[in-house]
């Protein structure tokens, strides 16, 4: 038998911020997204304060899904698609942030994307915060550092909860949560070279900690239907020889990367480990009297997780690095790599879903895999995207195996950037991973109109036969 259950829920993920463009619409607010220029391989992107004149920013018009929803969705239902993951721009909703009333407008687009996506057969997954926050709220209260930055969040999830309620049941409290550490520019603070930046991005982490503990409390009581999740990057790191040194690394590497924000969240406490480094790295962070304790209280449902490829670790020095999501890493000798430098391991998806069910005994969920490529469209209008299916067909194999030969349970599977959207790492729209090309280019020319790839027909083949023809 090499078929998943009728039930699994197949479809694909996009965020607010990198599809919806429209981005000061209907009383939307200025995101943190908002002020964050196009980059390309090897030029980050930079956050400018505020709109700089004859600057570039290109999250304020994505590919306009904004306007385009329903031919998009559409388009996903032809797939056969079973859920749709995307986030809610906070700033739609509460623009500033800090604001008791909640955006009408805002939350009415919400209701209408809903409606279509459950007209369509679609179940909605919902990330509520990704990457988009409120810029007021970085530049008035310092990000996540910010104690009150809990209140703000929770006020925005009660709205949200309440509003969906019977609409929504899966939910993601924070995309990628390790981001926080990772990149703590992501979570508003900002800063690198203060003496205190660690200490801000630590403070940062334990803030949402607890207010993701709380918010999926507040989601149970809600509905109690709801099924709430965490959504971590996972970082495959394996050792690069069997020196013990390189396995120990990479274990440590695997710990305080991935398991640390994933055991933290399924678990409800703080792991020993995790304590001890905190201890080493000589920092106090503040946790209030009932931190712990909603902590404890507020594990989540399932683990959500993005996987997009793994790196090696290593003690030798003057190694070759390559690239990754957030990180860098060692190259690994028996991996090919992406032009953007992304090791394809499909191999290492098997092995960390085996990781967190063994872990946990909770169901995943996998909300991001995929294959950022530059495609080109050839004479007849169309891209012949071999090396995308190819990338996805071996993933979705070795998930398959995951699944059916070790147990593992599994809600679905969501592609990333189904349609082509702006990469969040450098911005650029020619990264694309979509099954529907968007006319757009890295400068904002385009017509913005929806093509199929071969990679739609494939993907719809897939989903009809239950994953058998891959
Ligand atoms: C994940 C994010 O890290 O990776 C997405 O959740 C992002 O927002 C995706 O787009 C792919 O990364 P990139 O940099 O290729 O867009």
Known sequence: MSQLSKDFLWGGAIAANQAEGAYLEDGKGLSLMDIVTAGKKGVSRRFTNKIEKDTYYPNHEAIDFYHHYKEDLALCEEMGFRCFRTSIAWTRIFPLGDEDTPNEAGLKFYDDLFDEMIKRGMQPVVTISHYEMPLNLVQKYGGWANRQLIDFYLHFCEVIFKRYKGKVKYWMTFNEINSVILMPEIAGVVGR?????????????????????????????????????????????????????????????????????????????????????????????????????????????????????????????????????????????????????????????????????????????????????????????????????????????????????????????????????????????SKRYGFIYVDRDDLGNGTLKRSKKKSFDWYKNVIASDGENL
């Open 193 to 429: 070279d203060q003496d205190d930046f660690l200490l801000r991005s630590y403070q940062a982490a334990h803030h949402q900690f607890v207010a993701s503990a709380k918010a999926v409390t507040l989601g149970h009581q809600i509905d109690k239907d709801n099924q709430i999740g965490c959504m971590v990057l996972t970082l495959v790191n394996y050792p690069l020889t069997s020196r013990p040194e390189d396995v120990e690394l990479a274990e440590y590497n695997m710990r305080m990367k991935t398991f640390a924000f994933s055991d933290i969240q399924v678990k409800g406490h703080y792991p020993r480990y995790v304590q001890k480094y905190v201890e080493r790295l000589g920092l106090h962070i503040q946790i209030e009297p009932g931190d712990l304790e909603a902590m404890k209280e507020g594990c989540v449902d399932f683990v959500g997780f993005s996987y997009y490829s793994s790196s090696v670790a290593t003690i030798q020095k003057d190694i070759e690095k390559t690239g990754g999501n957030l990180t860098s890493g060692v190259k690994n000798p028996y991996l090919e790599t992406s032009e953007w430098g992304w090791q394809v391991d499909a191999k290492g998806l098997r092995y960390i879903m085996n990781r967190f069910y063994d872990r946990y005994e909770i169901p995943l969920f996998i909300v991001e895999n995929g294959l950022g490529y530059n495609d080109q469209v050839n004479a007849n209008g169309y891209v012949e995207d071999d090396y995308r299916i190819a990338y996805l067909k071996a993933h979705i194999e070795e998930m398959k195996k995951a699944i059916l030969i070790d147990g593992v349970e599994v809600i679905g599977y969501t592609a990333w950037g189904c349609i082509d959207l702006v990469s969040a790492g450098t911005g650029e729209m």
